[in-house]
């Protein structure tokens, strides 16, 4: 009986433990089978919710590699012993495969006598033929790509792409065999002979020639090759395709010159051309033939249009030709697999914060990638909903860190599309030629004289606008962000498209930089204005012409510029021009005088689009006290720069946007028929060819009077210490009527007398106090007189060309 006690006692540790032991490996199995459950689920719902991509060639090696490990093995407490990885196994077989290709070309460029060698060599050549060449470079390429294929830079070789080499390579040899021309039934002889394609090509090219022909062949191989590219290379048919409509653009003008210059003229060459002669020129679309007389034939110069422009004195214009001017900008390079791997990570990301999507269109621009996603569906307790657009515009900044980008635009959604925009910035951004935009199809179709290219869009398509259609453009952004270069590139687009005639300018510069290399182009109606206290003057005479050009339209029952100058060249008089003034910087104009500046502003724009007056306004401040409410308002057609905030993008365009733009050039236009701002990169026109270009209406202005005078220029010829209101602009062009015509009388009797007073004109002249005060103070304007009066009134600062008083030369 003591006994049993003790045996119980000594069991029930040890069945405890037993027990414990078989509940812990009872536990540890369970939570083992759970975690083998549940691994392949969660690799299942993985694989569903990864986006889909195309299998690579190392995927699909590891796939059919046939010495795997065991995956299940039942003694646990023993190590597996494992072999060496596939990754290693695969730089193996691309070090020996280079290795093969390497011996194999060098054994090809210095033949030897060596057995292994010339075997190989003679097996090579019966089975490529000249294609043989080809062979070891694809080995080598091969090999190198299986070593370095972990590398970002090198592209991912999918399945679809090796076999789109293959094929290549096999039509190669076909076209190869098809050069050597064997007779019928020969196509293997010569393969034996190492000729041709070898027994690959004779094989293939056996069975296409029997089948098709010799003609037929040639077809199908040419077809052959087209879709070997396409696979090979990843792209479509029509991206193979386009270099040749610039190609067949380049050999229309080539021909085009050589016709003009082939109609017994000789060509001569001159480093600066100046047409002194009428000048034939070869067809515009843009503009009509003159209609004077036939021109005198006169040298012409190769490759440069010339557009004979008359003014009126009687002078002939020649338009400068764009490809004399303008440089063409380089080709640029994509890269596709960096496109594929930016959307598997949009994907990726927006789908791990509850947004999937799927990215259905991908264009690539000059700055940005815009990526376009459709929003997919999720769960809810009412069912599956689509994703919000809103929330995947909030992602921005999480996109941004996943694809580690300096700034995102979400653009939700994308007008006229089904579709989200995410807009990443390219790794180098490429750079916009003008001379590429003005050559494009969009610009061509525009037949206005004041289009002008603005830039390139997302997809990388030529954007240009009409100036006339806008009628006013405002551009704004902060400092080195684009908008001189915007302006020089609206300016260059005038000057090529428009003789003096056509287009006169007005442009004001207090930067004294940016506009002052325009000083002598025959365009403009006065040097440019660098000193800020004549822009108002200038402002103020624009309007006294708008009001001139409007008595002009309604005497010839004209509704516009358009209908008055058709009226004109009907009866063959002197046509009325377009006016452009340019404003590089607004910020300083209102802060000298913002009622003034304002009140003339929101007048020019209101009514000033009929007469064929426009104005073009750039700020790098834009704040609400600059551009303001009534000048914003009539300004529809708006340039936004990057900027530093929200609220400055709010101001140019109404929107946020612009505080995620890149800088250089990058640019949201909104035009006026447009329902929302489009995303660009601005052209670029280098100093050069500004040069190039001012050169060119230099030259041809050295031949007729200039459009304003030196000596009366507004630079000299207006005080600086004036009020505004009292001083106008371009004396020598304002109307004679608008002065008192005893202004004369009363000078000479001035410096007759040596001194000028009100009481003595009202006197000698017998006028009013009122009158004689405004002779006085037009004097004064003129430098005549001094402003502060002294004890016998005024002194006299200009005598002209009467000399001073004998009392004052005894002095």
Known sequence: MPKKPTKTTTRKP??????????????????????????????????HSSPKSKPSLARSVRSLWPFKGKSGSKRADRPIVTGMSMDRKLDLIGIGLALIGLLTLLALLSPTNASVTAGWMSLIARGFGWGMYIFPVALMLLGLWLVLRNFE?????????????????????????????????EAYTIAEQGRGGGYTGGFIYGILEANLGQAGTAIALAAWFIISLALAFDVSVADLFKWLPPLIIKIQDRLDDLRSNGNGHSPVQRPKPVPTENIPHKDSQSRQPSTDAPPI??????????????????????????????????????????????????EETLSSFGAPVNVVEINRGPTITQFGVEPDFVESRTGRVRVRVGKIASLADDLALALSARRIRVEAPVPGKGFVGIEVPNEEVALVALRDVIESEAFRRLKSPLRFAVGQDVAGNAVAADLAAMPHLLIAGATGSGKSVCVNTLICCLLMYN??????????????????????????????????ERVVGALQWVLREMDQRYHKLAQAGSR????????????????????????????????????????????????????????????QRPSVDVVTGLIKANFPARIAFAVASG???????????????????????????????????????????????????????????????PESGPVDAIPAGLPLKQM?????????????????????????????????????????????????????????????????????????????????QGE
């Not at 069945?15 to 975690?35: L, P, V």
């Not at 004195?313 to 020649?318: D, L, M, Q, R, V």
């Not at 109307?735 to 001194?755: K, T, V, Y």
């Not at 004689?772 to 502060?788: L, P, S, V």
């Open 499 to 532: 003789a003096p005639d056509d287009l006169r300018l007005i442009m004001v510069d207090p930067k004294r930089v940016e506009l002052t290399g325009y000083n002598g182009i025959p365009h403009l109606l006065a040097p440019v204005v660098v000193e800020m």
């Open 153 to 185: 830079q090198i592209p991912q070789l999918s399945v679809e792409r090796l076999l789109g080499l293959f094929s290549l390579f096999a039509c190669l040899l076909t076209a190869f065999h098809l050069f050597a021309s064997p007779p019928a039934g």
């Open 297 to 346: 034939p006169g040298p012409v110069v190769p490759t440069r249009t010339f557009l004979p422009r008359q003014d009126g004195n009687g002078h002939e214009w020649a338009l400068p030709a764009v490809q004399n001017i303008l440089d063409s900008g380089g080709d640029v390079v994509h890269d596709d697999d960096l496109d594929r791997r930016r959307a598997s990570v949009i």
């Open 728 to 808: 106008p602009l371009w004396e020598e062009m304002e109307a004679e009527e608008r002065a008192d015509p005893m202004l004369n009388e009363a000078i000479d009797l001035c410096r007759r007398q040596g001194r000028a007073s009100i009481s003595m004109l009202q006197r000698r002249l017998r006028i009013g106090y009122t009158r004689a005060a405004r002779i006085i103070e037009t004097m004064q304007d003129k430098g005549i007189i001094g402003t502060e009066p002294g004890p016998q009134g005024f002194e006299i600062l200009d005598y002209g060309q009467a000399a001073p008083p004998l009392e004052e």
């Open 647 to 709: 609220v400055d993008s709010r101001v140019i365009l109404d929107q946020p946007g612009a505080e995620r733009l890149l800088g250089r050039g990058d640019m949201l236009f909104h035009a006026p028929e447009a329902a929302a701002p489009l995303r660009l990169q601005g052209a670029f026109v280098s100093d050069n060819e500004i040069q190039r270009l001012v050169q060119f209406w230099q030259d041809q202005a050295g031949y007729v009077e200039p459009s304003y005078s």
């Open 560 to 619: 516009n510029i358009n209908d008055y100058n058709a009226k004109l060249a009907a009866r063959g008089e002197k046509k009325m021009p377009h006016l452009v003034v340019l404003i590089d910087e607004l910020a300083d104009l209102m802060m000298l005088a913002p009622d003034e500046t304002e009140r003339t502003i929101t007048r020019l724009a209101q009514l000033a689009r009929a007469t064929g007056i426009h104005l073009v306004i750039a700020t």
């Open 14 to 47: 040890a069945a405890t433990k037993r027990s414990t032991a078989t509940g812990k490996s009872t536990a540890s199995k369970k939570s083992t089978n759970a975690k083998s459950q549940s691994t392949p689920t969660a690799r299942t719902k993985a694989a």
